[in-house]
Structure formats: structure tokens, C-alpha cells
């Protein structure tokens, strides 16, 4: 699975997010994904471009159709479930990430 995760500057909490995310992959799909992370503060024009309205956002663009998530990430369960995680993967998740 690969993963795009979109960023504003160096906002904690978008940083708390991003590591909610990798827990969430690394427990749920482990191996198998990949984070691409954007700071759209370097680049606002690719936020425009992107369709970006808030962050923190990670969108699933492999496999497709294209998933989107915002928020602090620390329920992996419902991660999975909003970004479509494989099903076999899904039930091993835990509540409170």
C-alpha cells in the first residue's frame, strides 16, 4: 500500500500524527506500505493542486481508488477502515491509536 501523507511545517501535532500513521501501517501492515511525506508549507501551489483543504492528511493513492483521512491518527481501527486497509489486515488492529 502506498501512502501519501500531507504536513504544514514542523506543527507537533502533525508530527504526532505522522507517527500514529507509521504505528498504525507498521501493526496493521507490516512490510507491505510505504509513507511519502509532503510538507505543503514548502510548496502551498501543490496543496491547491492536490485538493489539500486540511491537514494533517493521508490519502491511500496505491491500491486504487484514492483514500483520504484527516486527523491525529490514534485509532488505527478506523484509519484502517476510512483509507480501506486490506480486510485481513483490518481485524488485528487495536482501539486507541
Known amino acids: 500500500m502506498r501512502l501519501v501523507f500531507y504536513m504544514l511545517g514542523s506543527v507537533e501535532e ?3 500524527a505522522l507517527a500514529n500513521l507509521k504505528a498504525a501501517c507498521e501493526e496493521l501492515l ?4 510505504s509513507v511519502e511525506v509532503v510538507d505543503i508549507e514548502a510548496d502551498p ?3 491547491v493542486r492536490q485538493g489539500i483543504l486540511a491537514t494533517p492528511m ?13 486527523g491525529s491518527f490514534r ?12 480486510s485481513d489486515h483490518s481485524s488485528n488492529s487495536s482501539p486507541g491509536r
Open 30 to 33: 507490516p512490510g507491505s506500505y
Open 45 to 47: 501551489l501543490l496543496a
Open 14 to 16: 502533525h508530527k504526532v
Open 58 to 70: 493521508a490519502q491511500r493513492v496505491h491500491p486504487r481508488p484514492v483514500r483520504r483521512a484527516v
Open 75 to 86: 485509532d488505527a481501527r478506523s484509519l484502517a477502515e476510512v483509507l480501506e486497509f486490506p
